[in-house]
């Protein structure tokens, strides 16, 4: 049943930015007020992908202040208490714990990786806090039933969606230009394994007579890709599909123009897409295939666009892919909130979050469901396009319908044994 309510340099940030412990939002409310609304943000705030924290805090901080400014909730302020994990899942598990347990925070709103969040993941298991997954695109995280927790949902878009949406467009591209030789280049952790099979699975489906000659894994976060680029161009791919993301993916493709693997080689990337990621890009060149992550003109609305102008003003640079969806993940906590008048207790907030429907204006149609069955969202966008030189960096988005990825991701679960 659905539920529904109203409603700086470039590269200096991209490798990091200020980190650590921080209360963000406002202060503790004494007196007469009641006591604030404490919720844990466990992300990675250093190294080299400090971009995912960092933009996710800021999100966080935009509609916090929005919603305080506006008079809190019934009668509570919200206050954000932030962690850095440093990209460690054992990290990311302690500071979590450490988050409920001796600062006080009543919600969570998980900001890890893939590599942290199946540790947050059991942490909430066992707590029994209300917790939103808001940058974890791992598939199985949310659609295998042994994992499922009751009090925990993504607010993320999945790997298995972004497959049937870059197997359709990419395979559309590989009939066109005769495109039968591709290699593949992905970190070497859950994400990336899971996100390069399921994009292999179904660029094959559309098109069977592409044929995958190699696949490299390159160690999460690791510095030199020269290995691996060599490597393809040894092998001589006519494609070539990765899931590097942030500061890797930027690494990745300045040594890749270094050897000029671009020049004879399409690429595709789920991971692209996001305007600080391609704004780090010394020479970014045009043409390269990636997958929606966040545009400030697409959709085209004007809820998206004040969200981008907000985030701007907080961030001091374009919005990521993870921004928008700690963004959402706040107004399905806002209003989980307002409808048990302030209470916190996960399994009343995660009752009323099964199957709400938001207004939003990152959903297509201009809402966003979180689906009752598997605690996961659906009619985000899901596209791909083209880079460009220059802002807004990538254009020509070619979105697939939700009615054809729910029906693709159905038989994939039943092939998985989830459903």
């Known amino acids: 049943m659905t539920k529904t309510t109203g409603v700086v340099g470039r590269r200096a940030f991209i490798g990091g930015m200020a980190a650590g412990a921080a209360i963000t939002g406002f202060p503790h ?64 598990a302690r500071v979590t714990r450490d988050l409920i ?31 939103l997954h808001t940058c974890s695109e791992t598939s199985s995280l949310s659609a295998d039933p042994k994992l499922f927790v009751k009090t925990a949902f993504r607010c993320a878009r999945q790997g298995i969606h972004d497959a049937v949406a870059g197997g359709t467009y990419a395979s559309e591209i590989s009939k066109a230009k005769g ?9 070497d952790y859950a994400y990336g394994r899971d996100n390069t099979a399921e994009f292999v699975e179904y660029v094959k489906l559309f098109d069977p007579q592409i044929e995958v000659v190699d696949q490299l894994w390159p160690k999460l976060f690791a510095p030199d890709y020269t290995e ?46 996001d305007p600080p990621v391609l704004s780090a890009i010394k020479q970014l060149p045009p043409g390269l295939n990636t997958a929606y992550r966040y545009n400030r003109n697409y959709p085209a609305n004007p809820e998206n666009t004040a969200y981008a102008d907000g985030f701007v003003k907080i961030a001091g640079h374009e919005s990521t892919n993870w921004g928008w969806q700690n963004y959402l993940a706040t107004q399905f906590i806002f209003e989980a909130l307002r409808r048990t008048g302030g209470k916190t207790d996960g399994g009343a907030l995660a009752a009323e979050i099964k199957g709400m429907t938001v207004k939003s204006g990152f959903g297509v149609d201009g809402n966003i469901t979180m689906r009752e069955s598997d605690h996961t969202i659906i009619n985000y966008p899901v596209a791909w396009g083209r880079t460009v030189p220059k802002a807004p960096w990538v254009e020509g988005f070619q979105a697939v ?18 459903a």
């Open 228 to 273: 691996s680029i060599t490597k393809m161009l040894q092998v001589k791919p006519q494609a070539v599909y990765s899931a590097l993301w942030g500061g890797d993916l930027v690494a990745f493709i300045e040594q890749s123009n270094l050897y000029r693997l671009f020049a004879n080689t399409a690429f595709f990337s789920g991971g692209l897409g």
């Open 179 to 187: 495109l039968k030789k591709w290699a593949t280049c992905s970190p």
């Open 29 to 92: 409310i004494a007196g007469a007020q009641a006591k604030a609304i404490r919720i844990g943000l466990p992300t990675i705030l250093s190294g080299r992908v400090a971009i995912l924290g960092t933009s996710s805090r800021a999100a966080v901080q935009l509609a916090t202040q929005q919603v305080n400014d506006a008079g809190g909730i019934a009668g509570r302020r919200i206050e954000i208490v932030d962690r850095d994990s440093k990209g460690r899942p054992d990290e990311a």
């Open 401 to 418: 319908e939700w009615a054809k990825i729910l029906e693709l991701e159905q038989q994939w679960k039943k092939s998985k044994g989830y």
């Open 101 to 131: 347990n001796n600062d006080g925070c009543e919600i969570v709103i998980d900001g890890e990786a893939s590599s942290g969040a199946f540790a947050v993941h059991e942490v909430v298991r066992d707590l029994g806090v209300l917790c």
